[in-house]
């Protein structure tokens, strides 16, 4: 890396000399020596190396006497006053009329070269999905079946509700099944996720679950009048929307939203606001009524859904949102080496995200499909806890053994190799 660089740099650090061979050969023709470049070269070279003997020169061309040049301060504040010139005049558009060709060239050096380079990854890719899957695969597997399980089990409370048609519970129960679909979208996410070494995005996503899971726990408990609130709301976030993209849509260079489009979202809000009050503006508006909190914020809701020992894992998840310091030290994948650097895929770390996911999921499916009254229900739920409380085990035994095989290894690097000697 850095090649260009360093060869423009290697140039940039002869100017100086350039300038000081010019101002040379100006001098040798101001005593009326025809002096040439390579004459000014060699003298400055000579000068330049600290050489004290006095520089001698033959020419087939002419006939030259001894010359004495005499260098004043006033001849180095040119030299200086060139350099500064260079730098902030021609240097700029040196580096922009350099660089365009040189990058066109190197592009297309690189495509060449990348068929055989996207194949190398492509194997390195495999084979690490292959230790992956050899480590971890006991607990991976545990948790798709759980994600199938809580898919089939939610495809048939839909299909029951759908065949029922109570309208009284019309509304709760289509809010509460689209919660438990998305969990499980969100989930199969933290699957591929973790199958594919990204602990710490994993993490992020189970922030998600975590959230679907305790907005379905409080509109369970408060039931029809919430999920009216609840999904009145898209006004409030629909507005909040349009006013973002408003100022910024021209910058960008987007087109504006059509007047029509604008009026209805506007009313749409107006009306809203009207009907639940000035608090139902929040983030939370939708639960400020019910949890008789002004500004609820999320950290309420957990609390009124009786879920909030999972903050600290909560808190895991912002960071790998944000870009908190944290977040640029505390990763997951690095097992604990937080002094190493990760831009990529890493073994390690599945453990958190992994058993948080399935802890949340058989949450929200057992909150929303188990009807008390249904053996098939019943059974489904037990059979989704039992699995849940074996994913636990089977990470923790998995992690474990990365920890034991870490260390080894790290014992191993540590010995001095046979060649060093004692």
């Given at each position: 890396?850095?090649?260009?660089?360093?060869?423009?740099?290697?140039?940039?650090?002869?100017?100086?000399?350039?300038?000081?061979?010019?101002?040379?050969?100006?001098?040798?023709?101001?005593?009326?020596?025809?002096?040439?470049?390579?004459?000014?070269?060699k003298l400055a070279m000579h000068i330049l190396n600290g050489n004290s003997e006095p520089f001698t020169y033959k020419s087939r061309r002419h006939h030259m006497e001894n010359v004495t040049l005499t260098l004043d301060e006033a001849d180095l504040n040119d030299i200086a006053s060139k350099l500064d010139s260079f730098a902030e005049t021609q240097?700029?558009?040196?580096?922009?009329?350099?660089?365009?060709?040189?990058?066109?060239?190197?592009?297309?050096?690189?495509?060449?070269?990348?068929?055989?380079?996207?194949?190398?990854?492509?194997?390195?890719?495999?084979?690490?999905?292959?230790?992956?899957?050899?480590?971890?695969?006991?607990?991976?597997?545990q948790l798709r079946?759980?994600?199938?399980?809580?898919?089939?089990?939610?495809?048939?409370?839909?299909?029951?509700?759908?065949?029922?048609k109570i309208d009284k519970q019309l509304d709760l129960r289509d809010i509460l099944i689209r919660l438990l679909v998305r969990a499980c979208q969100v989930t199969d996410e933290i699957i591929c996720l973790l199958e594919n070494g990204f602990a710490d995005g994993a993490m992020a996503r189970w922030r998600t679950l975590h959230e679907i899971g305790i907005v379905a726990a409080v509109i369970s408990q408060h039931g029809e009048d919430l999920v009216e609130r609840y999904v009145a709301h898209q006004a409030v976030e629909s507005k909040r929307a349009m006013d973002k993209y408003t100022k910024s849509c021209e910058e960008l260079g987007y087109k504006p939203m059509s007047e029509r489009a604008c009026k209805k979202i506007n009313k749409a809000y107006e009306a809203a606001v009207a009907r639940y009050g000035a608090e139902f503006?929040?983030?939370?508006?939708?639960?400020?009524?019910?949890?008789?909190?002004?500004?609820?914020?999320?950290?309420?809701?957990?609390v009124d859904a009786d879920r909030a020992e999972m903050r600290a894992y909560y808190q895991m998840g912002n960071d790998n949102i944000h870009a908190g310091v944290k977040s640029m030290f505390v990763r997951l994948g690095l097992l604990e080496d937080y002094t190493d650097f990760l831009g990529g895929r890493s073994n390690a770390g599945l453990m958190d995200p992994g058993q948080n996911a399935a802890h949340?999921?058989?949450?929200?499916?057992?909150?929303?499909?188990?009807?008390?009254?249904?053996?098939?229900?019943?059974?489904?739920?037990?059979?989704?806890?039992?699995?849940?409380?074996?994913?636990?085990?089977?990470?923790?035994q998995a992690h474990r053994k990365l920890r034991r095989d870490d260390r080894k290894y790290k014992r191993v690097r540590a010995q001095p190799s046979p060649d060093q000697g004692a």
């Open positions: 890396m850095d090649t260009l660089q360093q060869a423009f740099d290697h140039i940039l650090d002869g100017l100086p000399g350039r300038f000081f061979e010019e101002l040379l050969l100006r001098k040798l023709r101001d005593t009326g020596i025809p002096a040439t470049t390579t004459l000014s070269r240097l700029p558009t040196l580096l922009e009329t350099a660089s365009g060709p040189i990058s066109k060239h190197l592009l297309k050096t690189l495509k060449l070269s990348w068929p055989t380079e996207a194949a190398l990854q492509q194997n390195d890719f495999r084979e690490f999905r292959k230790r992956l899957e050899e480590r971890w695969g006991i607990p991976l597997s079946m759980l994600l199938t399980i809580a898919r089939e089990w939610c495809q048939e409370t839909c299909n029951r509700d759908r065949s029922l503006k929040g983030d939370y508006g939708w639960a400020a009524a019910h949890l008789k909190k002004k500004r609820p914020t999320f950290a309420d809701l957990e949340t999921l058989t949450q929200i499916a057992v909150l929303v499909c188990l009807s008390e009254g249904n053996l098939d229900d019943r059974v489904f739920a037990q059979v989704m806890m039992n699995l849940r409380d074996e994913i636990p085990r089977s990470f923790h």
